[in-house]
């Protein structure tokens, strides 16, 4: 939280574009694995920074990735939500995901 307070302090970034680099920082490296509790993390998370309402059925459609993908171009955690998409399409291709590529 000391990285978006200074940040915004000292005019280096607005809070949000603060708080997105924090999420790909400090919380997204700490999501990871196998459980199908990793891919409802993900969407919620894509959920609450997005003002959004996907739902994790165990399985998401192209055609709601590629929504959800459009999405982020107009967010304002457009770093986070670039990655949360990049770690669910793995986790549904590989059955797993970690942040590292």
Same mark, same amino acid.
């Given at each position: ?23 790909? =920082? ?44 459009? =999405? ?28 590292? =590529?």
């Amino acid at each position: 939280m000391f990285y978006v307070i200074y940040a915004v302090k000292n005019s280096l970034f607005t809070f949000n574009k603060a708080m997105d680099y924090s999420i790909v =920082q400090k919380i997204l490296p700490k999501i990871g694995g196998s459980s199908p509790e990793v891919l409802d993390i993900l969407v919620e998370l894509f959920n609450n920074l997005n003002n959004t309402k996907y739902k994790n059925d165990g399985y998401i459609e192209d055609a709601l990735l590629k929504t959800m993908e459009n =999405q982020c171009l107009s967010s304002e955690y457009i770093l986070s939500s670039e990655k949360i998409m990049y770690m669910i399409r793995r986790f549904l291709r590989d059955g797993f995901t970690t942040f590292w =590529q």
